[in-house]
């Protein structure tokens, strides 16, 4: 009998689920798999509602604006590519893009590099208007443009230059004095940028430097700039597409229609009576390609320096 019941003891032990259980263990997986079918949903509602006009515009570009005229712009048909050499020979695109290159090249070259200045400073050194001085160069983009025309305009119409640098004698009607506004402008938030990716390096990196005898210029050329990539390739595109697509202080400095930028030769495609949206939406796309370009170029690092500080340790 003894033995018998020890038997049963050691028999294995059958265990039986409890159906409710099961249920309610089962609920939560339910809700969080409609939750997440839910969130790729609204997500794609999204992207689609972003991507139709830049879908739609580039449809349109390619259509005839006789065959859309008769069969309506939701109809399909009527493609050519003829609304892309008329848009180049009347907006005047060789010569808006070079006006463009040469102001968006050099004021992002300079607003790069005086941003780490600033940046390397205010992260890696410590005085009592730290914090003040990079709240001054920030101050510049918490004014909108329009506030700041009037003092501007008459700033750079009293300040005379040389007749080599300006036509003008002034600031005004140049490629300097643009490339200067849009460099004021965009150097605040770049440092701001820069700054803190600059103070999450580790310190030790600095110590060892200066261990093997790096001066502060090498410090920065060599260790900080180089580590600094990610952030300035995103900063890079950015900076592209904004200061290319600038039009506001353009048309306030610049007075002779022969210096305007790419984004000024729009108007070129509009008519007094009549105008042709399938070729302004062609003009449209020739005016995004070089900002698509300069992305898909630098995607990889730009998507990098998105995504700096999203894991730790």
């Not at 600094?228 to 353009?250: D, H, S």
Request: proline letters at 4%; one cysteine or more; a positive charge.
């Amino acid at each position: 009998m003894t033995a018998t019941a020890s038997q049963a003891s050691e028999a294995p032990r059958v265990r039986t689920r409890n159906p409710l259980a099961t249920r309610r263990g089962s609920a939560p997986g339910a809700r969080s798999r409609r939750g997440r079918l839910a969130v790729q949903g609204f997500l794609a509602l999204m992207a689609l509602l972003w991507i139709f006009p830049v879908g739609y515009a580039l449809l349109a570009s390619f259509r005839d604006y006789a065959y859309t005229a008769e069969h309506g712009y939701f109809s399909f048909g009527g493609f050519t590519l003829q609304n892309y050499k008329d848009a180049w020979a009347q907006a005047n695109f060789s010569q808006t893009m070079v006006n463009s290159a040469i102001v968006t090249i050099p004021a992002v070259l300079l607003t790069l590099f005086l941003s780490c200045c600033v940046a390397f400073v205010v992260a890696r050194f410590s005085f009592r208007f730290n914090l003040a001085l990079l709240g001054l160069f920030t101050a510049a983009n918490l004014l909108p443009p329009q506030a700041l025309l009037i003092p501007v305009y008459r700033m750079f119409r009293a300040t005379e230059v040389p007749f080599w640098f300006s036509e003008s004698g002034t600031l005004l009607n140049s490629y300097w004095g643009l490339i200067a506004v849009n460099v004021a402008f965009q150097t605040g938030f770049c440092a701001f940028v820069l700054s803190n990716y600059m103070k999450a390096l580790p310190r030790e990196l600095y110590e060892s430097a200066v261990v093997d005898g790096a001066g502060v210029l090498r410090q920065f050329f060599q260790l900080t700039l180089p580590l600094c990539r990610p952030a300035l390739a995103a900063l890079a595109t950015l900076e592209v597409t904004w200061i290319y697509n600038e039009f506001f202080w353009a048309t306030v400095l610049l007075q002779s229609g022969d210096k305007f930028p790419v984004t000024s030769s729009l108007n070129n495609l509009r008519g007094e009576f009549f105008t042709d949206n399938n070729l302004v939406a062609a003009g449209s796309v020739v005016i995004a390609l070089p900002t698509l370009v300069v992305f898909f170029v630098l995607q990889k690092q730009f998507v990098a320096g998105l995504t700096l500080g999203a894991t730790k340790g």
